[in-house]
């Protein structure tokens, strides 16, 4: 298991923006994809974004298309910048990483991401 270091979220006004950053503890910039999914109470977890290193590919989810935008650095740390929150985007976000380069990059499944952070929690409310 790589350890997966998170950090951002809280809460915030619907409307508002949070940004959560994601980096493996150890071989920083080798990961394959990184992905962030969330789960709110009583509620399956869900895949929202995911970006693969090499080409900087990215994927979304249908519900966060146009509000969030993932991106990464040189440094190998990943990022998710949230704008434009509703109530509903109100989660734990969990970071997940793949390192096999033939491993499926879209973040739909979590059974396609081996490592896991230890999630942060975003709320959106007056």
């Known amino acids: 298991q790589v350890q997966l270091v998170e950090s951002g979220g809280g809460q915030v006004q619907p409307g508002g923006s949070l940004t959560l950053s994601c980096a493996p503890a150890e071989y920083t910039a080798d990961w394959y994809a990184i992905a962030w999914f969330r789960q709110a109470p009583r509620k399956e977890r869900e895949g929202v974004s995911s970006i693969r290193n090499g080409d900087g590919s990215t994927y979304y989810a249908d519900s966060v298309k146009g509000r969030f935008t993932i991106s990464r650095d040189s440094a190998g740390t990943a990022y998710l910048q949230m704008r434009s929150l509703k109530p509903d985007d109100s989660a734990v976000y969990y970071c997940?990483?793949?390192?096999?380069?033939?491993?499926?990059?879209?973040?739909?499944?979590?059974?396609?991401?081996?490592?896991w952070g230890q999630g942060t929690q975003v709320t959106v409310s007056a």
């Open positions: 997940a990483a793949d390192f096999d380069p033939f491993g499926t990059w879209y973040a739909e499944s979590p059974l396609d991401f081996d490592h």
